[in-house]
């Protein structure tokens, strides 16, 4: 796993890297990925779009301040991610304002197709589900991870698949309008919960 790891590490972006990636691809009518469509492209305009506004209006709380800058370790947060997926797009802007508050912490984002051995090491109910971020020690052992969504909207996807036997298009809008009424505080939550167990394994 350390090799993959080390491997993966060497092609990664920052947050800004990232974003300007998917711009330029969108400029060429293209999105991250393999596979292309008029779906696909659509997606990460969407998302572009969604991102740049997150940017501006995520409010980071008070205690996740607290939290996240309590940490004393040296840690790297891995992100599997693709510009097509509208969960990555409602979760970096966050992860990244949380990561910038801390100087212990380096944010790298990677593209899951191009590092699908990695990927299937980290699979969500046996599936590639992104995005996906790895927290990984000074020393590149994964100490925990987290995705690919918060802890609430997961619950919101699981009693709509129990109830409709699918993830169909109205799951994603009902989604979608989960995430635009949170603001980013489920995945802080999370995040909260993520620093404090990571940093109890650490002692």
Known sequence: MKDRIKKSLENTYTYQEYKDLV??????????????????????????????RLDKTIKITAETVSEIQNLKEPQTWLVLTEGWCGDAAQNLPVIHKMAELNENIEL???????????MDLFLTNGGRSIPKLLVLDKEHNVSNTWGPRPAEASKLVHAYKAKHGVLDAQLKEDLQV??????????QDDFIKLVSSTATKEV
């Open 178 to 187: 989960w995430y635009n009424k949170d603001k980013g505080k489920s995945t």
């Open 23 to 52: 711009r330029e691809l969108l400029a060429e009518g293209k999105s991250t990925g393999p596979n292309q469509s008029e779906d696909i492209t659509n997606y990460s305009m969407l998302n572009d779009k969604r991102m740049k």
């Open 108 to 118: 790298k984002l990677i593209l899951r197709d191009e590092n699908l051995e990695l």
